[in-house]
């Protein structure tokens, strides 16, 4: 008994060090306050926490708020419906932003390619090179004189491609075209991340996911018997004081009430939820696939190593995307079906304006014209 009761004290004032080791805060003003009390019929209140989930960070949400911000005043200053505004936007996007990028990075690749008959020649001249050198009579023994250095074929093939690289490397700074440069390109990944969640919070979703709390707003659509959400985009709101219920303005408010009736007749009606029929899904995954596709049959040669697992991977993301996007809200794939099919018109028309360099037809065999023209008097006899 005495050992239990000293065994439980020492438990007890470890414990407590360890506790205000930490310095704890007082909690209990933050649990009672306004924001975490929920009414329940009985009048009590009692405290609960709301979880609100957003992927955005201080750094982005002042560029999150003026995109989003530069979409509602494009769509009040054209008054064009949401339908015509969102495919509108994505052209906007893609010619004002990624064009110009995209257009440096294909010549820049031109450049390279125009490139490749020197140092294929370089290459050449490195294997004789190569081939001839000896060790040198000053710098090594007597019995290694006239030995080749390079005297294996691994060691030959090494060398000659180590210079190569290098030459390749020289000329490619010498004309601006260097390796790191082709990154320019895909400044549109970014790019179309920030405008696809500009897009989500024009419809008064937050980020990838909703910015408020999901228990309180059941609770509010139970209360208000408003129907439940679809496709991860929260139900009508109702307003209160300007503000709505979970805390959208106005002006989003008015947005998401254009968009639930400024779709398709017959098709989707309300642009905040998901098409019924699964057609833009499958629009979208056929999109990328034959993005993908088109930028394989444009390549000069078949993919090898990296850039054959890279295709693979492209393609078979290109495929899960129609069962990954059928809750998508339709607004969202407006947006990537036409962000998508602007890239395929764009490459195929920088192809057929800006194509690439014919490669150079090999030397036919030098025959001399006295035996072209014996030739010519057999084959007529």
């Not at 999150?64 to 509602?72: D, E, K, P, V």
């Not at 064009?99 to 008959?117: A, D, G, N, V």
């Not at 490195?126 to 030995?147: D, F, M, N, W």
């Not at 000659?160 to 990154?183: H, I, M, S």
Request: glycine share 6%; aromatic share 8%; hydrophobic share 40%.
């Amino acid at each position: 008994m005495l050992r239990s009761t000293t065994l439980t004290s020492f438990t007890t004032t470890t414990l407590s060090r360890h506790l205000g080791h930490h310095h704890i805060r007082p909690f209990t003003p933050f649990l009672l306050s306004p924001a975490n009390l929920t009414a329940i019929p009985n009048g009590n209140r009692n405290p609960t926490f709301t979880s609100r989930r957003s992927f955005t960070t201080p750094t982005i949400e002042p560029l999150l708020s003026t995109t989003t911000s530069l979409i509602t005043t494009f769509q009040s200053t054209t008054t064009l419906p949401w339908l015509l505004t969102i495919p509108l936007v994505a052209l906007t996007v893609r010619t004002c932003i990624t064009l110009p990028f995209t257009i440096y990075s294909h010549k820049r690749t031109l450049k390279q390619l125009s490139l490749s008959p020197i140092i294929h020649a370089w290459s050449f001249i490195y294997r004789r090179k190569v081939a001839k050198e000896v060790y040198p009579l000053s710098t090594k023994p007597q019995e290694l004189i006239g030995r080749k250095i390079f005297d294996t074929p691994e060691k030959w093939t090494k060398e000659v491609l180590k210079r190569t690289k290098a030459k390749r490397v020289e000329l490619y700074r010498r004309f601006g075209c260097q390796y790191w440069k082709g990154f320019v390109g895909l400044i549109q990944i970014p790019v179309w991340v920030l405008a696809s969640v500009s897009v989500r919070r024009v419809t008064g979703v937050g980020g990838w996911e909703a910015p408020i709390d999901i228990s309180r707003r059941a609770r509010e659509m139970s209360a208000s018997s408003l129907p439940v959400e679809v496709g991860g985009v929260p139900p009508p709101l109702i307003q209160e004081n300007g503000m709505s219920t979970s805390g959208i303005d106005e002006i989003t408010a008015k947005v998401r009430e254009e968009m639930q009736t400024g779709g398709m007749d017959g098709w989707f009606v309300d642009l905040l939820q998901p098409d019924p029929y699964m057609i833009l899904p499958i629009l979208f995954s056929l999109t990328l696939f034959t993005n993908v596709m088109s930028a394989t049959a444009r390549a000069s040669k078949e993919p090898t190593g990296w850039r054959k697992g890279l295709r693979n991977a492209l393609m078979g993301i290109s495929l899960a995307a129609f069962p990954l996007t059928i809750g998508s809200p339709a607004v969202l794939l407006l947006y990537w079906i036409t962000s998508g099919t602007y890239s395929l018109i764009q490459n195929t028309v920088l192809h057929k304006v800006l194509p690439p360099p014919k490669s150079v037809a090999p030397v036919g065999e030098k025959v001399p014209s006295w035996l072209k023209k014996e030739k010519t008097e057999g084959s007529s006899k």
